[in-house]
């Protein structure tokens, strides 16, 4: 491997950027002979079998034999855990040194064994669940030889970090009662620590290991099998077709590429390596440095596990943790992705600005402006009309043909699968260029979109499913899969055929061929993610075994002295670090496990209800951050391999970029707005607006770039105008408090005026789940009545004056009191009552109103500039 840290950086060739790729996700090894087969044959069925528990097809009643191959939640997640460390053994060498071209015994006996203790779930399900709690011998044993197994498998497909953190854990469980006073626990027999963690779902085989059987996979082979059949190189041409003549448009490029190319891949590393051959040296083309052209490909691509519909594994781990649909995760997610973007656009624009780039030429002279708008209007109102036409038509069709629906609904995709592809056989297919030839013009931007056309099918069809019928991701991701399947096996056939190019059947075998290829591929890139979900399982069944979560929140509460925003700088750093060793996935459990409850609790205590999905949010982006963060990250090691840059300053550099994002958490956790939380349709599109702008103007100050070079001041200025963007409510609240505070004996008697629906902020004095004293502020709705009294009792809340003090009563079962946390004996110390306060947007106009002068300086700046002659060349 060449030494990517050398003081005269050099590129990786394409094979040995493939190596870091495979090094990484998909496994380094390569045998030959039968052991080569049983490795395919082995991710083959893989995909498979996931394709079938995934599928109806073993819950219908089938002739004769009736249902079978149904498989419960725990076996289907022994199996998968079974193929993922079997594969592991055989894809991963045990060492650099290690033979690549073989699987050596040792390794060949670890595989089998290691599947086998995977397995003993689903072999021994009946005789484990007659004896729950009672494991045998033959459990033990299994259980003690998997955990080793399990983590060896870690260290070979993600490195020693994850098994070092998972086996302090481990420790941690045996050792309890021999540590510090502050974080011991009465500890754990060997007993109970392996029925827990291997023969229960509550380590292993926990809720991790089971969205990754359900949801991710799916999602992974149908990123790998859209990209066999063509669409990663489609988005890449599409993207340089339509931004590439802008200045510094290959960087514009590579950041929508890469976005789009996140469908495919969910991989930082892979997705650096794909889009990066191409749009890296493009972007050293038109005046990016080495290091500044990978940056920028580092931040796109990382960005792109954050953009939804398809996002990271760890957004499917928030469906299960936070108790939420995924289409509710991606709306919460995509206003606060999308932003994130433009911004990376346009810090590729304040670098070409900076530098005086421009774009590639163009093979034909563009269009007047005027023809390019009409264009893109009619395009626009050509697909809403398409777009409602498919709404309307679907709900007309499933009432005439009622459970024949599905199947003329199917008949009817097929011909507009088939229309697409003889639209699209009609212009030529898509080559990349050489990125470093002497001359590289810009593909013509209609031919190049619609060549592919039906690549696009597939995805609406995926977002269909999630956000129109709402069907489960695994369901969703199913259907999107068999439609690529489906392309995959007849779309060269079908380009040959309208082509008039005969070989039909040859064309078929090549498409059968690729098919393969993509389910062995998805299934390869499926065994990090498989392995690290199971590990991560480790430490969260510590953490339920032990209560380490409690003492840990008084840990933090203590190194935070109770400030929210230094617990959030101590988990986005914890996030950070850990990031290093750890893939996204396992930090994402880890972190999210351990300090998701506490910033809630924390938030509660001062006064501020944060929502459980903006903190998962929050330690989902520090997470993904660290694919960024040097000195570790990966992703910056991978773009200098294909620029031939300094790895640490690309690193430093795409950190530097990507500052945008890392700011948005802390945003949004105070304004949820930004998560379009309780917001409207049109509040939506005011936020939208709004906070592009804010995170434009955020960007400029930390690039030291807007009209001109900015001043300090101006950079100062531009910062605290895009925080009042961000938070209008901050300064409104000084000026006019939302709130005003009365005593809580006030809510004895019917004094209060208050409206029907009026949410109060209740301080309260009680006890957390273990006997410890606990201030915090819940936030009580009351419910409709004629005074305060009777809307307190219709919410569920009754109040007693026990010796001067206002205590808790009685709490209706499932009321309004006891879903905002209110139990008996509580004591209220005060109450916080709405109060009129004008719409927090109005900051938005001094806000504004000092933006003017800084464009005046700017501008001014900036003619004066124009106006120096150009020094000769001398």
Same mark, same amino acid.
């Given at each position: 491997?060449?030494?990517?840290?050398?003081?005269? %950086?050099?590129?990786?060739?394409?094979?040995?950027?493939?190596?870091?790729?495979?090094?990484?996700?998909?496994?380094?090894?390569?045998?030959? !002979? =039968?052991?080569?087969?049983?490795?395919?044959?082995?991710?083959?069925?893989?995909?498979?079998?996931?394709?079938?528990?995934?599928?109806?097809?073993?819950?219908?009643?089938?002739?004769?034999?009736?249902?079978?191959?149904?498989?419960?939640?725990?076996?289907?997640?022994?199996?998968?855990?079974?193929?993922?460390?079997?594969?592991?053994?055989?894809?991963?060498?045990?060492?650099?040194?290690?033979?690549?071209?073989?699987?050596?015994?040792?390794?060949?006996? +670890?595989?089998?064994?290691?599947?086998?203790?995977?397995?003993?779930?689903?072999?021994?399900?009946?005789?484990?669940?007659?004896?729950?709690?009672?494991?045998?011998?033959?459990?033990?044993?299994? =259980?003690?030889?998997?955990?080793?197994?399990?983590?060896?498998?870690?260290? /070979?497909?993600?490195?020693?970090?994850?098994?070092?953190?998972?086996?302090?854990?481990?420790?941690?469980?045996?050792?309890? @009662?021999?540590?510090?006073?502050?974080?011991?626990?009465?500890?754990?027999?060997?007993?109970?620590?392996?029925?827990?963690?291997?023969?229960?779902?509550?380590?292993?085989?926990?809720?991790?290991?089971?969205?990754?059987?359900?949801?991710?996979?799916?999602?992974?082979?149908?990123?790998?099998?859209?990209?066999?059949?063509?669409? !990663?190189?489609?988005?890449?041409?599409?993207?340089?077709?339509?931004?590439?003549?802008?200045?510094?448009?290959?960087?514009?490029?590579?950041?929508?590429?890469?976005?789009?190319?996140?469908?495919?891949?969910?991989?930082?590393?892979?997705?650096?390596?794909?889009? !990066?051959?191409?749009?890296?040296?493009?972007?050293?083309?038109?005046?990016?440095?080495?290091?500044?052209?990978?940056?920028?490909?580092?931040?796109?691509?990382? &960005?792109?596990?954050?953009? %939804?519909?398809?996002?990271?594994?760890?957004?499917?781990?928030?469906?299960?943790?936070?108790?939420?649909?995924?289409?509710?995760?991606?709306?919460?997610?995509?206003?606060?992705?999308?932003?994130?973007?433009?911004?990376?656009?346009?810090?590729?624009?304040?670098?070409?600005?900076?530098?005086?780039?421009?774009?590639?030429?163009?093979?034909?002279? =563009?269009?007047?402006?005027?023809?390019?708008?009409? !264009?893109?209007?009619?395009?626009?109102?050509?697909?809403?009309?398409?777009?409602?036409?498919?709404?309307?038509?679907?709900?007309?069709?499933? @009432?005439?043909?009622?459970?024949?629906?599905?199947?003329?609904?199917?008949?009817?995709?097929? *011909?507009?699968?088939?229309?697409?592809?003889?639209?699209?056989?009609?212009?030529?297919?898509? $080559?990349?260029?050489?990125?470093?030839?002497?001359?590289?013009?810009?593909?013509?931007?209609?031919?190049?979109?619609?060549?592919?056309?039906?690549?696009?099918?597939?995805?609406?069809?995926?977002?269909?499913?999630?956000?129109?019928?709402?069907?489960?991701?695994?369901?969703?991701?199913?259907? =999107?899969?068999?439609?690529?399947?489906?392309?995959?096996?007849?779309?060269?056939?079908?380009?040959?055929?309208? /082509?008039?190019?005969?070989?039909?059947?040859?064309?078929?075998?090549?498409? #059968?061929?690729?098919?393969?290829?993509?389910?062995?591929?998805?299934?390869?890139?499926?065994?990090?993610?498989?392995?690290?979900?199971?590990?991560?399982?480790?430490?969260?069944?510590?953490?339920?075994?032990?209560?380490?979560?409690?003492?840990?929140?008084?840990?933090?509460?203590?190194?935070? +002295?109770?400030?929210?925003?230094? +617990?959030?700088?101590?988990?986005?750093?914890?996030?950070?670090?850990?990031?290093?060793?750890? @893939?996204?996935?396992?930090?994402?459990?880890?972190?999210?496990?351990?300090?998701?409850?506490? *910033?809630?609790?924390?938030?509660?205590?001062?006064?501020?209800?944060?929502?459980?999905?903006?903190?998962?949010? #929050?330690?989902?982006?520090?997470?993904?951050?660290?694919?960024?963060? %040097?000195?570790?990250?990966?992703?910056?090691?991978?773009?200098?391999?294909?620029?031939?840059?300094?790895?640490?300053?690309?690193?430093?550099?795409? #950190?530097?970029?990507?500052?945008?994002?890392?700011?948005?958490?802390?945003?949004?956790?105070? &304004?949820?707005?930004?998560?379009?939380?309780?917001?409207?349709?049109?509040?939506?599109?005011?936020?939208?607006?709004?906070?592009?702008?804010?995170?434009?103007?955020?960007?400029?100050?930390?690039?030291?770039?807007?009209?001109?070079?900015?001043?300090?001041?101006?950079?100062?200025?531009?910062?605290?105008?895009?925080?009042?963007?961000?938070?209008?409510?901050?300064?409104?609240?000084?000026?006019?408090?939302?709130?005003?505070?009365?005593?809580?004996?006030?809510?004895?008697?019917?004094?209060?005026?208050?409206?029907?629906?009026?949410?109060?902020?209740?301080?309260?004095?009680?006890?957390?789940?273990?006997?410890?004293?606990?201030?915090?502020?819940?936030?009580?709705?009351?419910?409709?009545?004629?005074?305060?009294? $009777?809307?307190?009792?219709?919410?569920?809340?009754?109040?007693?004056?026990?010796?001067?003090?206002?205590?808790?009563?009685?709490?209706?079962?499932?009321?309004?009191?006891?879903?905002?946390?209110? +139990?008996?004996?509580?004591?209220?110390?005060?109450?916080?009552? @709405?109060?009129?306060?004008?719409?927090?947007?109005?900051?938005?106009?001094?806000?504004?109103?000092?933006?003017?002068?800084?464009?005046?300086?700017?501008?001014?700046?900036?003619?004066?500039?124009?106006?120096?002659?150009? %020094?000769?060349?001398?």
């Amino acid at each position: 491997m060449t030494e990517l840290n050398s003081k005269e %950086p050099t590129k990786l060739s394409e094979a040995e950027l493939q190596d870091l790729v495979a090094s990484t996700d998909s496994g380094a090894r390569d045998p030959q !002979g =039968a052991q080569r087969m049983l490795l395919l044959a082995a991710a083959l069925f893989w995909s498979l079998f996931q394709l079938w528990i995934a599928s109806p097809l073993p819950f219908y009643d089938w002739p004769l034999i009736g249902s079978f191959g149904v498989f419960n939640d725990t076996e289907a997640r022994s199996i998968h855990l079974a193929f993922a460390v079997f594969l592991s053994f055989m894809a991963y060498p045990a060492l650099g040194g290690s033979p690549r071209e073989r699987v050596p015994l040792p390794d060949m006996v +670890m595989a089998i064994a290691g599947a086998f203790c995977a397995g003993y779930l689903f072999i021994f399900y009946v005789q484990i669940s007659d004896r729950p709690g009672l494991p045998t011998t033959l459990d033990i044993v299994v =259980a003690i030889a998997g955990v080793i197994l399990l983590l060896e498998a870690t260290r /070979r497909a993600l490195g020693p970090p994850l098994v070092v953190v998972a086996s302090l854990f481990l420790f941690y469980t045996f050792a309890g @009662p021999y540590m510090p006073e502050i974080i011991a626990h009465k500890g754990a027999s060997l007993k109970e620590v392996v029925n827990h963690q291997w023969i229960t779902t509550e380590g292993v085989f926990g809720i991790a290991l089971g969205v990754s059987t359900s949801f991710v996979f799916l999602f992974v082979l149908f990123g790998a099998l859209l990209d066999k059949a063509g669409a !990663g190189n489609y988005f890449i041409k599409v993207a340089f077709s339509l931004l590439g003549h802008l200045r510094g448009g290959p960087a514009k490029a590579a950041v929508v590429a890469s976005g789009m190319t996140g469908l495919i891949s969910g991989s930082s590393i892979a997705n650096v390596v794909t889009t !990066g051959t191409f749009t890296i040296p493009m972007m050293r083309r038109v005046g990016f440095s080495a290091e500044k052209a990978g940056a920028v490909e580092v931040a796109s691509s990382v &960005n792109g596990q954050i953009m %939804p519909p398809v996002m990271g594994a760890a957004a499917f781990l928030m469906v299960e943790y936070v108790g939420i649909s995924y289409v509710e995760v991606i709306k919460h997610a995509f206003l606060p992705a999308l932003i994130s973007y433009i911004a990376l656009v346009y810090i590729v624009h304040l670098e070409a600005l900076k530098q005086n780039m421009y774009g590639l030429p163009r093979r034909s002279a =563009a269009k007047p402006w005027m023809a390019r708008l009409m !264009g893109l209007l009619i395009g626009f109102f050509a697909t809403a009309a398409v777009s409602l036409a498919v709404y309307y038509g679907i709900g007309w069709i499933k @009432p005439l043909f009622g459970q024949y629906a599905s199947l003329v609904i199917g008949v009817l995709l097929l *011909i507009v699968y088939v229309l697409l592809v003889r639209f699209s056989a009609g212009y030529p297919d898509l $080559e990349l260029d050489d990125p470093n030839s002497d001359v590289v013009e810009l593909p013509e931007v209609g031919p190049t979109v619609k060549s592919g056309l039906h690549f696009i099918l597939p995805v609406i069809v995926l977002v269909w499913c999630l956000m129109v019928e709402r069907l489960s991701p695994g369901l969703s991701a199913f259907w =999107a899969t068999m439609l690529m399947v489906f392309i995959l096996l007849t779309q060269k056939s079908l380009f040959a055929y309208f /082509r008039n190019e005969g070989g039909l059947g040859r064309q078929f075998r090549k498409g #059968f061929n690729q098919l393969i290829d993509g389910l062995i591929v998805g299934a390869r890139n499926m065994i990090g993610i498989g392995i690290a979900t199971a590990t991560a399982g480790i430490i969260v069944g510590v953490v339920s075994q032990t209560g380490v979560g409690s003492v840990l929140a008084d840990l933090v509460e203590v190194l935070s +002295m109770g400030n929210l925003l230094l +617990m959030l700088v101590l988990t986005a750093v914890l996030s950070l670090i850990l990031g290093m060793g750890l @893939p996204t996935t396992a930090n994402y459990i880890v972190v999210s496990s351990l300090l998701a409850p506490v *910033i809630v609790t924390l938030g509660q205590e001062s006064g501020l209800i944060v929502p459980l999905i903006a903190v998962h949010l #929050f330690v989902f982006y520090f997470g993904i951050m660290a694919d960024v963060t %040097p000195p570790v990250g990966l992703a910056s090691f991978a773009a200098a391999a294909v620029s031939g840059g300094d790895p640490i300053r690309t690193g430093f550099v795409a #950190f530097f970029y990507s500052l945008r994002t890392a700011i948005l958490p802390f945003l949004f956790i105070f &304004n949820t707005d930004l998560l379009l939380i309780d917001v409207s349709w049109w509040q939506g599109i005011i936020v939208f607006v709004v906070s592009t702008a804010a995170i434009l103007l955020f960007t400029a100050a930390t690039q030291g770039h807007f009209l001109v070079r900015n001043r300090l001041y101006e950079t100062a200025l531009l910062i605290l105008i895009a925080f009042s963007l961000f938070r209008p409510g901050f300064w409104m609240d000084m000026v006019a408090p939302p709130f005003k505070t009365v005593a809580a004996s006030e809510l004895m008697g019917n004094s209060l005026d208050l409206p029907d629906g009026a949410e109060l902020r209740l301080h309260l004095i009680g006890e957390d789940a273990v006997g410890n004293p606990r201030d915090f502020v819940a936030l009580f709705e009351l419910a409709d009545g004629a005074d305060t009294q $009777e809307r307190m009792v219709n919410a569920g809340l009754e109040l007693a004056d026990l010796d001067g003090k206002v205590v808790v009563d009685m709490v209706g079962f499932g009321s309004h009191a006891e879903k905002a946390g209110l +139990m008996f004996d509580q004591q209220i110390g005060q109450v916080e009552v @709405p109060q009129g306060q004008p719409p927090k947007e109005l900051m938005f106009i001094p806000a504004l109103l000092l933006l003017i002068p800084i464009v005046l300086f700017q501008r001014r700046r900036r003619r004066f500039d124009d106006a120096q002659p150009v %020094p000769a060349n001398t």
